[in-house]
């Protein structure tokens, strides 16, 4: 029975020295967090399909591809410098579309390095298909 109640005392005393632990002292340490659309990856892809208008070009020639727009993140969140780096040849509209897309976004979260707001740049793939 003492043994018993030794053991107890040690587990409880495990517990109340947990409590005094930081939470930030058990995660890895980052230097930073990525920039990111407001409520995250979940909430970008809704954006997508209810304010996408595919051209009518996706149905007229059967396509199914997808382009990859770049553009940078502000440390205020604002996209800036909208370019396609990779376009669909057979439709223009499309990589028009993505980028009118992007620019009809709300601002993003920006990177963080180090605690502060950077600027950085991100690259999103937009499919289009019949």
């Not at 107890?8 to 930081?22: A, D, M």
């Not at 800036?80 to 620019?103: G, H, S, T």
Request: net charge negative.
């Amino acid at each position: 029975m003492k043994k018993n109640g030794f053991l107890l005392s040690i587990l409880l005393l495990t517990f109340s020295s947990l409590g005094q632990i930081n939470s930030s002292d058990l995660l890895p340490k980052t230097e930073g967090t990525s920039a990111q659309f407001p409520g995250g990856d979940f909430e970008l892809m809704i954006f997508i399909n209810d304010n996408i208008e595919y051209p009518k070009t996706v149905a007229e020639k059967n396509i199914n591809d997808k382009c990859v727009v770049r553009f940078m993140v502000t440390v205020e969140g604002e996209l800036k410098n909208i370019e396609v780096i990779k376009n669909i040849p057979e439709c223009p509209e499309c990589d028009m579309e993505a980028i009118r897309l992007i620019q009809s976004m709300p601002k993003w979260e920006p990177a963080i390095k180090n605690n502060i707001p950077i600027r950085t740049h991100m690259n999103i793939s937009i499919t289009f298909k019949n």
